[in-house]
């Protein structure tokens, strides 16, 4: 039968005060002395309870502390949470200003008012009634108002009647402008 010897001790700090119980507990723990250890140890926590004393009544100096910094610590967070609920209401007010917003396009659209049809060129705002007049264009700057490659434009042209390019490129235009080629001046004219 080997021998059978205890894994080797671990090395741990203990503050200085305490070097000598831990030296004569480790002491007591090698001879195997279970009882006296359990001893050494309610000893050593009774001298750390009777040189600790705290006072804990009601009326004592440190609970009086406690008291006051938990009360400094509520109004603190009391303040923050005003301030929070402030920012809150802010915040609601905004999003419910930008839902009266919605609300007023989106019914502005279904009365026709803005909408893609043909009531489109009244706008919901009498004050912008000035119309920009819109000139001939090229293949290049046509092509990216219809979002579309100038050579992209052309094989639509050359693919097209000259009224089915009129009703394509009025559904492409921001605006709903009809563009009409003229072979003339190689010009698209806006036709409204």
Do not use: C
């Amino acid at each position: 039968m080997p021998d059978q010897k205890s894994p080797p001790s671990e090395m741990i700090r203990v503050p200085v005060p305490l070097i000598g119980v831990v030296r004569r507990l480790s002491k007591l723990h090698r001879q195997g002395h279970t009882i006296a250890l359990l001893q050494a140890l309610e000893e050593l926590l009774g001298e750390f309870d009777s040189k600790n004393d705290i006072d804990i009544t009601a009326g004592s100096k440190s609970v009086k502390q406690l008291e006051e910094k938990l009360l400094k610590l509520e109004s603190h967070i009391a303040a923050q949470g005003s301030s929070v609920d402030t920012k809150l209401e802010g915040i609601t007010k905004k999003l419910e200003l930008i839902e009266r917003a919605i609300s007023t396009i989106s019914s502005a659209n279904a009365s026709g008012r803005l909408g893609n049809n043909k009531g489109r060129r009244q706008t919901a705002y009498p004050y912008q009634q000035t119309q920009v007049e819109l000139q001939p264009r090229t293949n290049e700057s046509l092509a990216p108002r219809l979002g579309i490659t100038p050579q992209g434009l052309i094989a639509e042209r050359e693919n097209k009647s000259a009224k089915e390019f009129l009703s394509w490129s009025r559904n492409r235009d921001p605006m709903s402008v009809a563009w009409e080629w003229k072979a003339s001046d190689e010009l698209y004219h806006p036709q409204r």
